[in-house]
Each structure stands twice: as structure tokens, then as C-alpha cells.
Nanobody, 119 residues
């Protein structure tokens, strides 16, 4: 059974950085694409960054230029480097993966990790 384990969330001040990690286990297949979503209370989960096996990336306008998504295909692990964090980035961040091409979201979700940006 596929499991996604996230880590790296926490409390930071505005302008600081965090790096989130997502490790996929329980499968012999390589992740085709990985994405990060975030959600705040009362709002829908928002797709903010995605990367495919081939290295193509996409970002939401709200994080473009500040966040960088990457992946280590050999380890089925992905990362979200978040720089210049602002209070509006406060949310629960979720990793999401697919093992074959399809529309987002993929069928597998991580448990979520809280990111809080506050002075």
C-alpha cells in the first residue's frame, strides 16, 4: 500500500525559509508526478506546485518565484523549498502523487504538515 510521509513544517517568521519533504513508500513503481497542495480553514485545497518525472514544473502565481519543487526519482522523494515566506502562506501543506499520467489530484495523499508564518 502506497504511503506518503511528509516532514519539514513548522513555525517561522516572515521572510524565512522552510523545506518540505515527501517520501513515497510501499510500491516498486516510480512516481510519475508529485505535487504540493495547501489548505486553510474554510477553503478548498489549492494546487501550488507540481513536477513530473521528466522534470517539468508548474507553480501557482501565489508562490511563483519563491517556492521551488524538486524530486529525487531514485528515492521516490520530493521536496518543496519555500523562501520569503509570508503570513498568507500559513496553511496545512499536503503532498500528492500519481504513478501514471492523469488529471490532478493524484490518488495518493500525505498526512499534511502545518506551516505557520508569524512574527
Amino acid at each position: 500500500q502506497v504511503q506518503l510521509v511528509e516532514s519539514g513544517g513548522g513555525l517561522v517568521q516572515p521572510g524565512e525559509s522552510l523545506r518540505l519533504s515527501c517520501a513515497a513508500s510501499g510500491t516498486i513503481f516510480s512516481v510519475y508526478a508529485m505535487a504540493w497542495y495547501r489548505q486553510t480553514p474554510g477553503k478548498q485545497r489549492e494546487l501550488i506546485a507540481a513536477v513530473t518525472r521528466g522534470g517539468n514544473t508548474n507553480y501557482a502565481d501565489s508562490v511563483k518565484g519563491r517556492f521551488t519543487i524538486s524530486r529525487d526519482g531514485a528515492k521516490n522523494t520530493g521536496f518543496l523549498q519555500m523562501n520569503s515566506l509570508q503570513p498568507e502562506d500559513t496553511a496545512v501543506y499536503y503532498c500528492n502523487v500519481m504513478f501514471e499520467p492523469r488529471a490532478w489530484p493524484g490518488p495518493y495523499w500525505g498526512q499534511g504538515t502545518q506551516v505557520t508564518v508569524s512574527s
